[in-house]
């Protein structure tokens, strides 16, 4: 692992324990960064001076994360770090962030121009529940080196009534709400993306049934006299309504593709990096695609973060190519598998 890495690692293990994620028992102790591989899209073998290289022509960096996984977070700094000296005293740096919701990027400017503490910036801006341990690395690169920050995503109560209601809904908003928003209506997703979605929603059902490859044991459903029918309808479950849903993830990616295309417009110098989830950028879908309808023939590239068994062995992409480069991390190292460790007794508690 380079040096870098070893002093990133003792960083996240010297965050209290309070800044960790709620999942039950993962401590600081466990959450450090593992090996890693870095690939070209179609496989062959690659460094990070070969990413920094091809930053040279690009416009916007997508970095598609895998949010449990330290490796990942530990990787996106050194991106982050290679993008600025790339950029040199040339070009502009900034870093977009899925994980802030724009209706907060005066919070956000307002701390990185030393006007408030970090403390008042958390309290306010609804940072991401692992902030501490995963972006803050790289938010504070950004600060202490005069990087501005973008604030990217659609604010979480406009992408809900999507999911309730429907992508019209948003029409019912004032002036002033919109302005976190992107223009609507903002666009559909398309067939490549819409394949994805159905694909990623049956693989979430079939791991709600089931936990740490195991099938999860459900108590018996209590008897009930064959008169008796609820005053209500119970609420549907998680995937009651497919469409909207996969409309609130679209809205998702056209915000933040329009915040950086807005950003390129005012700065067409930039060199963006955007860190969001791999689902948002796999196989240049969701994100990349909106900011193209923004921002026709923007110069963008793509790295893919993907945990996997063996960081060594390459997993091709369904179709086509996962993005420009994959950087495969060792899946052992997320907090999910971390946790199942724990429940078959393979780690102390």
């Known amino acids: ?51 920094a290289s091809a930053m040279n022509s690009a416009q916007v960096v997508f970095i598609g994360e895998t949010h449990d996984d330290p490796t990942g977070h530990m990787l996106e700094l050194f991106i982050l770090q290679a993008a600025f000296d790339v950029a040199g005293s040339t070009r502009s740096t900034a870093l977009s962030m899925e994980f802030f919701q724009n209706d907060v990027q005066n919070i956000v400017n307002e701390y990185l121009n030393g006007i408030i503490t970090e403390k008042a910036f958390l309290a306010d801006t609804r940072p991401w529940t692992r ?34 209601l429907g992508r019209d809904s948003l029409e019912e908003l004032d002036v002033r709400a919109r302005q ?23 693989s979430v059902m079939e791991q709600e049934s089931m936990k ?7 108590e018996p459903a209590a008897q009930s006299p064959a008169n008796y ?19 609130s993830q679209v809205l998702w990616d056209a915000s933040m593709a329009f915040r950086i295309s807005e950003h390129l417009k005012a700065n067409p110098d930039a060199l963006i990096v955007h860190m969001v989830g791999s689902f948002h950028v796999a196989r240049g879908t969701g994100t990349p695609e909106h900011l193209q309808s923004y921002r026709p023939g923007t110069d963008a590239m793509i790295i893919m973060m993907r945990a996997v068994d063996d ?13 420009d480069f994959v950087i495969q991390t060792d899946v052992s190292k997320t907090l999910e598998s971390i946790e199942c460790a724990r429940n078959q007794g393979l780690l102390e508690r």
């Open 1 to 51: 692992m380079p040096v870098a890495a070893l002093v990133l690692t003792a960083t996240l293990i010297s965050v209290p324990a309070s800044a960790q994620d709620s999942s039950p028992g993962v401590g600081d102790s466990l959450y450090v960064p593992g090996e890693y591989q870095i690939y070209t899209g179609d496989g062959q073998l690659a460094t990070m001076e070969d990413i």
């Open 311 to 323: 960081v060594n062995s390459f997993e091709q992409a369904p179709s086509g190519t996962w993005g």
């Open 180 to 202: 976190s928003l992107p223009p609507l209506p903002y666009g559909e997703p398309s067939k490549a993306y819409r394949d994805q979605w159905v694909h990623t929603m049956m």
């Open 212 to 218: 740490c490859g195991m099938p999860i044991e459900k």
């Open 131 to 164: 902030y501490k341990t995963d972006y803050r690395p790289s938010f504070e690169f950004a600060r202490e080196n005069g990087i501005p920050v973008i604030a990217a995503n659609a604010p979480r109560r406009y992408t809900n009534r999507v999911s309730r």
């Open 229 to 247: 029918a609820p005053a209500v309808a119970p609420p549907a479950g998680n995937h009651g309504n497919m469409g909207n849903i996969l409309h």
